[in-house]
Structure formats: C-alpha cells, structure tokens
C-alpha cells in the first residue's frame, strides 16, 4: 500500500485545505526537483510529494508527485509541455548537427624507403 510523505516544506506551498492537482510524476527526485524549480520560478506554487511503498515489499516502487492549486494546473502544464518541446528541439538539433559533421582525412601512400 502507498503512503504520501512531504519530501519539502517550504513557505511558498499551497495550503493544505486547498484543492490540489497533479500535473507532474516521475520515478526521479532529482528530475522532480527541476520541474518544481521550473514551475516556482514561473511564480506557481506547488507541493512536492513522494509516492513511498515498502521496500520490504516492492523495491523500487514509488516515487514523486507534483501538485499545483487547481486554478494554477493549466498554465502549469502549459509551462511543462513548452518546457518539453525546448528540450526536444534542442536535441533534434543537435543529433541533426553530428549527423551533419563530415571529416576530410588525407591519406597519401608513400613508397617505403629504400633498404641501403
């Protein structure tokens, strides 16, 4: 069975009575941690919370939850998805530019020298 637990407290996240919604998962603290960066730094509150199961049970299960005021998920996901496509671009691009690389490589067959 899960259990919610905060991972973070801090003073920006919406109160508890408020109705919250998910806009983000992953498996991944650290990719979380980017996305709530992300989101607080377009001035979107938002609640950091990991999925945790018993590791006994069911190792490596979990993970973590992100969850924005309901009137704050639209625009949340707006952020996330261009966020998304920056970074699609970006690598479609750079897979483009090593496909694109050539080399030129000189080879000139020289006689061996002589034996004296």
Do not use: H, Y
Not at 7 to 18: A, K, M, W
Not at 23 to 43: C, H, I, P, R, W
């Amino acid at each position: 069975m899960a259990e919610l637990r905060e991972i973070q407290l801090t003073e920006s996240q919406p109160e508890p009575n408020e109705k919250l919604v998910k806009v983000f998962d992953t498996e991944q603290e650290s990719e979380a941690m980017v996305v709530k960066g992300l989101l607080e730094s377009a001035g979107i509150e938002c609640n950091l919370t990991s999925t945790a199961t018993s590791q006994d049970s069911f190792p490596g299960l979990g993970g973590v939850v992100i969850m924005v005021r309901e009137e704050d998920a639209e625009p949340a996901r707006r952020i996330l998805a261009e966020s998304k496509k920056i970074v699609a671009d970006e690598s479609k691009q750079t897979a483009a530019s090593d496909d694109d690389e050539t080399c030129e490589i000189n080879v000139s067959i020289e006689e061996p020298p002589a034996k004296a």
